[in-house]
């Protein structure tokens, strides 16, 4: 049966107090992390046992499934198809305005996908997982921040479908909204030479001189990603410093002309996952 959010036991702590967490429950919980006055929420289910973690990012689809959030926690109903211990996190971005997605961009002095990168290193720190175990999941804008969460914590694996690449190439209307509330005062044209390490995968990789694992599952019946997305992270890979740590990048294609952008089905996905 799937559980809606408000059945699951809520912890409250401050950013201080985790490194104090007891992760022993094996119950669903979703954990409030306060943080100089923000909020990181995360949902998660712990297998003691579990060979890997995975870490679920939401897309804009995840407020069709929790209307009333945020918090949003996309795909939260999938957590028992698996037999790992699943994480969720929300982009407390969505709480600075009216946004079904925020690409974790934060605030001028702050990118909250560096902060819950920081989060999620000490939880997998306290529960003795190995970021070679962990994969990042998540598909159109889950899949820009699995990106950008993948090279935060070294080690681990993104596995993405249909991201954004940059931001700059995705729809303008839902990019600005984020834009006025994340970097207020600054044109597009500002964002783009101030923070493009935020906005750019790439340019990102370039700034922490480092690609971690990626498998890109793109549908190449959606011209928009490819000409926009797939084709430019490509061609920029190429443009690397030299002295960046590159690993593997697989790129796989698949032509779904009627599904478009939107990602694979739940099953085919969670196969994926297994992998």
């Known amino acids: 049966m799937i559980k809606l959010l408000d059945q699951y036991k809520i912890i409250n702590i401050s950013y201080e107090q985790l490194w104090q967490m007891d992760f022993q429950t094996t119950e669903p919980f979703i954990l409030k992390v306060d943080w100089d006055k923000v909020t990181y929420e995360f949902l998660i289910r712990i297998k003691p046992d579990a060979d890997n973690t995975i870490v679920f990012g939401s897309g804009a689809g995840g ?18 198809e698996f ?26 002095n702050r990118f909250y996908l560096q902060d819950i990168a920081n989060i999620l290193e000490i939880v997998f720190t306290k529960l003795k997982i190995d970021s070679k175990n962990v994969l990042f999941y998540g598909s159109s804008g889950g899949g820009f921040m699995s990106l950008i969460l993948a090279g935060f914590v070294k080690g681990s694996t993104a596995f993405i479908n249909n991201p954004q690449t940059n931001l700059i190439k995705w729809i303008p209307v839902p990019v600005n909204l ?14 783009e030479e101030k923070f493009g390490e935020r906005i750019n995968v790439v340019k990102f990789f370039n700034h922490i ?13 959606c011209e928009f990603d490819v000409q926009n997305h797939l084709l430019p992270f490509i061609s920029e890979l190429g443009q690397l410093d030299k002295d960046t740590e590159v690993n593997q990048i697989i790129i796989d294609l698949y032509f779904d002309k009627k599904a478009g952008h939107a990602a694979v089905g739940k099953s085919e996905t969670i196969e994926y996952i297994k992998k």
Not at 63 to 76: S, T
Not at 178 to 188: E, H, I
Not at 209 to 221: D, H
């Open 63 to 80: 407020f069709q499934e929790q209307p009333i959030g945020p918090p949003i926690f996309h795909r939260h109903s999938w957590m028992d």
């Open 83 to 108: 037999e790992d211990t699943v994480i969720y996190y929300n982009d407390p971005t969505l709480y600075l305005g009216k946004l079904s997605l925020g690409w974790g961009q934060g605030e001028l």
């Open 178 to 191: 984020v834009f006025d509330l994340s970097y207020p005062g600054l044109s597009r044209e500002e964002v």
């Open 209 to 221: 001189k480092y690609v971690p694992n990626i498998y890109f599952l793109q549908n190449f019946a």
